[in-house]
Structure formats: structure tokens, C-alpha cells
């Protein structure tokens, strides 16, 4: 039986790419050889870190002067690379607190600088997104984290920023329509809509580097992997490909238009149930529900096994919530069809009906 | 036709590796998922990584007081890593200058202290490893390339350390038997005798950690994987369960043992053609002679088209030297068969022949 994935990540990935991606393990390219046992310098692998960085750049309509990385290490290693590469030997940094990972980031540039927090929901356990906070130029970079997958909550719309702007964007980059131009750093864990887990997209503006007066580790210096292509060492070769599928996968369907549409169907379709059905609630701020994690508990607690057991024999997967929210956690990523919400509020109505 | 991959990295693996690892990317587990779309706290996989864990320590006999983890960022991230979590503010470490890699090393730690090379052979272009050298015990750590995949060169016998000994054995672990105990920390890229490219291997001694003084940041602060079992954040989840597979294949075969004998073989066989041929010449110094990477020049350039051509008939991958020595390079990992290195052979014979 083929399951409804709502794993909030490592997550489901579309079909096709996997079976290509099953492919390449054994023959890629037609070359008798599989994709993990050439040299990453060879011509089929230099095409495929092209083509990936070309997809990027298709699909997110990026201006000229940004550079487009595949990097490892995923966001908590850019949380300090973000610092290191930006924020001036005594210089100060901005950022909003919304949740889990923006607190792992905070606290990295921490140990580089003064750190000043403009927003901050911890005292409603992160279910809103701070809002009129201003921010002034005199911070070297304001970070922010779009979408959170543990609160449920995503932003909407981005501040006016006189100063750079950077943002974790992990779990919702490729999910809806950008204005890449707003922003100076972008950085992305593959692990939701890009691809599996082991490489970190990195969409940097080229003029805002090597501005600090730091030393920065070879390795930790975006400008290291500018100038060798995100190829200074060996690069996650299968993440970077099967992430190179993926995007390709949304440019033939139709592309971020496309993708952004079907995201709004699906919220739509289980927001609809959860605040129709009274048997569910939502966690999220409604005006800050994410389109990519859907959280909400059930209130009556003694349907909760056998709303537990309807999903596990409909083949439903990765529905639990986090256990810092409890309840549950719908993950609606790119390859997420619209028929597996369906599935899902099915069974909601169904739990209501008996 | 099938390949005879002498590539230098990624490198072959085993047949049935890679049919398993093309497997699971369909449906891991008999599960009805990918193992790409899967989370990473699954029991399925948390699986995978203690296996992984488990079969480098038997594999490699690995005593207690030592962690084994698997990272992101390969080689070069632990260049900055090794200095960052073993050398003293005002401390001074000491480093073999064997190479390339070394020599990335080697500047990686410059820019946390006082670093002396205690031998450089780059006066021979790296044509040996220099050995008389004395390693004392105002160094915090001694740190040395075991194998260097570009000249040639292998260190035989490790060196008595009166301090910490940190290796970089990148391209020949699990290759020969070593003795984890006379080392304190040794790190691996992945793509060579392990799995695919996307993973390190990190093996390392406890006691000797947070004793520096030094601010690490999370993410390169060896503690911090070690605390969280390698899953502080996503880890590389197809290059450990590839690298899981690999490992248990050596296993299943009859472990570092055997796969010492038959790497020895192949390595006598291939030296042997050398220094019998008289159109080719070894360019690393005997002693020193890496079993991993055969280096060798034809001494006739005029049948150097004519050795390319029928090499590539016979399907054989991956010859060319590296840029900075030139001629050949036959890269003979763990998964190439002898009967590759049998097919090679038989080539400079019939070169010399004709």
C-alpha cells in the first residue's frame, strides 16, 4: 500500500524523482557506472551541479549577482557561518526569535557579537509571528526564519529591511513565490521540498562578502565556495542530484506558479476541516498558519486512539506533532498530492461522524 | 560492458551495495517508503546509524574510550575542526607536510596557533614519506595523512607520539589493519573505502576533548555529536546507510583481514608489471608505495595515445593522473576486483608487445 507521507523531514519526495534516483544508483548517465563511484569532476557530475544551480536560479527568477551553493553541514551549520561571514568585528546583529531553529541561530552569533532579538513569541510557545518591530540600519544583517515547522507558523509577508536580510527559508523554499531581490542571504537544508537530507542550498548577493575584517576558516568562507563552484572538496554527489530531480520535477509541472497554488489548495482543504470540525483546533495564529506544517490537537482526548488507528490503517505517515506542541503535525510539502489531504480530513470527518 | 573503476574518488563499491542501495530508495525496509523520505528519529533509521556505528567499531577493533561519528563537511571541515577542539589557546601542534591534503590541513590550523611541519617531502613533489623525524610533547596533537591519494605515498609504520596523534585516513581505512589505540583521533571522508561522498567518519577519544579553553561553536564542537549520537541535526542519511551497507559487505567477506591480503595482492601484481615493463616507471619511492594509489609514467610518450585507446576498449575508468604528477593513477579500493587489476596488467604487457 503506498502511504500518505506527512513526515515533517526528512520528507516525501515525488515519485518519479525516486525511481530516477533508483536508477542512477545502478547505471547513471548510461555510463555502466553509478553515480556513487564517479569523480566529481567528471564531465556527467559537472552537469549535474550545472543544471542544479541553473534550476535554482529558473525557478526563484534570481537577479544577476547572487551566487547559487550546495553546501553540507544543513542550517545549524550556516547559523554560524551567517556571523562569521557578516557580522563586523564588534558589530551587531538583529533577529526574530519565532521558534526552535531561530533560537539555535540566535545562539550562535552570540559567540561572534552582540546580538539583539526584535521579536520574540516563546511566551505563547511560538504560535504567532512577531510583528512591528522595526528594524534600523545600524545592525549588520537581520535574520529571520520563514516557516517553522515544529509551531506551525510562517511568514507572510517579509519586513522592509534597511539593513541586509538573511533568512533560513529550510522548510518552505521552493513552496511559494519569493522576491529573492528582498533578501542578501538565503540559506536552505535540502530535507523538505529540495531534496534528502545532506546538502544546504546557499543564494548569496556576491557584493555583501568579505566585509568584516575576520578571518574566516577556508571552509566556513562563502567565498571559498564561490570561487570553485561549491566544488572546493567533494560535494554530497547523490543529495546534490537527486535535488537537481526534484527541481526539475517543479520546472515540468509548471514551476513555483504551479507548486504555490496546490500548497494553498491543500491549507485551504485541511484548515477548512480543522476549524469546521469540532473535534479539532489549531495551534497556529490563524493569520500566521503555515501552508507547509498544519498543527493541531484534538480536543477530546479519548478519540485520540482511535484517530491514531484510523490513520495507520489508511497508511498515513509522520502524523504526529513535535513533542513541544503535542497533538499533531499535517507536513504538506511540494510532493505531498492534493488526494493525501483528502485522506486525511476524511478520516478527520469520519472521527466526527462516529 | 561493465567498468573496471580505477577512478580516485568517489571510487567503485561493491556490486550488491549499490543494488541495495538503489533498492531503498524505492522502498526501504519493506515499508512502502523511500529511505530518503523518511525522518531521520525513525526507528528505521535510527537503526541504520547504531548499526553503522557498531560495524566500524568491530571492523576495526576499536577499544573503549573512543566515540565514532559520522559528520558533514568532509576532510577539509575537520581540518579546522582538529585545531578548534585539540590545540590550546598558545598552544603549537605538529603536522607531516605529505601532500596536498596535509598541506590544506596545515593551513587550516595555521589560523589557530603555532604550527610546526615536523617533515616535508614537497622538495621530491611528494615522492615519499619523510620518516627520522621526533614528535615531543610540547605539542598538543601530531597530525599525519596516512595515504595520499595524488602522489602515491602511504605511511607504513606510524610513528611513536608523545603527544595526541590525529590522522587524516581519508583514502585507506578499512583498507589494512590498523591499531586504533596508538591514535587519539582519526577522520575519514567517506568516498573512498566506505561509501559514497556526503559523509566523514570521525573516530575519537574521548578524554581528550574540551580541554583547550577555546569557545567551539556548536556545530564544531566534536561534544556535540557525540552527546546526540551523530543526530544533533539531519544527518547525511543516504551516505550512512550506504556506508553502513559497504561496511557490512567487508564484514560478510571476512573483514579488514581479508581485504588486506587481497589489496596487497593486487598491489604486488600492479607493482610487479611496473618494475618489470620497461615502458613504465613508478614515480613514489618502494618503501613508500601506497597500496591504494599506484602511480606510474610511461617512459615512451609516443605510445601513450596508443595505452589511452585500448584502456578505454577495455572499459577501464579513471586512469588519468592527477594534474600535478601526470601519467597514470590506478586507484585500487576495497570493491575493485583483482580481475580489473589482472585486466590492467595485461595491458602494459600487450603495450609492450606491440
Known sequence: MKKHNFSA???????????????????????????????????????????????????LNIPNGYSVLFLQGGASLEFLMVPLNLLKEKGKSAYLNTGTWAKKAIAE??????????????????????KGYTITNDFDYFHC??????????????????????C???SDIFSRKIDVSQFDLIYAGAQKNMGPAGTTLVIVKDEILGKTGRN????????THISKGSMFNTPPVFSIYVSMLTMQWLKDNGGIDWVERINQQKANLLYHEI???PLFEGTANKEDRSNMNVTFLINDKSKEDKFNKICEEAGINGLKGHRSVGGYRASMYNALPLESVQVLVGLMQKLANN
Chains 1, 2 share one sequence.
Open 145 to 166: 526564519t520563514s516557516n517553522n515547522t515544529i509551531y506551525g507558523t510562517q511568514i507572510k509577508d517579509f519586513p522592509s529591511c534597511p539593513t541586509l536580510m538573511v
Open 275 to 277: 476549524d469546521r470540525n
Open 9 to 59: 523531514g526528512p520528507c516525501i519526495l515525488p515519485e518519479e524523482v525516486l525511481k530516477k534516483a533508483s536508477d542512477s544508483i545502478i547505471n547513471f548517465n548510461q555510463d555502466n557506472l553509478s553515480l556513487i563511484e564517479i569523480s566529481h569532476r567528471s564531465k556527467p557530475f559537472v552537469d549535474v551541479m550545472d543544471k542544479a544551480q541553473k534550476l535554482v536560479r529558473e525557478l
Open 109 to 130: 552569533a552570540e559567540n561572534f557579537g552582540h546580538v539583539e532579538v526584535l521579536g520574540d513569541s516563546s511566551e505563547k510557545n511560538y504560535n504567532y509571528i512577531p
Open 168 to 170: 533560513d527559508m529550510s
Open 216 to 223: 574566516i576558516p577556508t571552509m566556513l568562507d562563502y567565498n
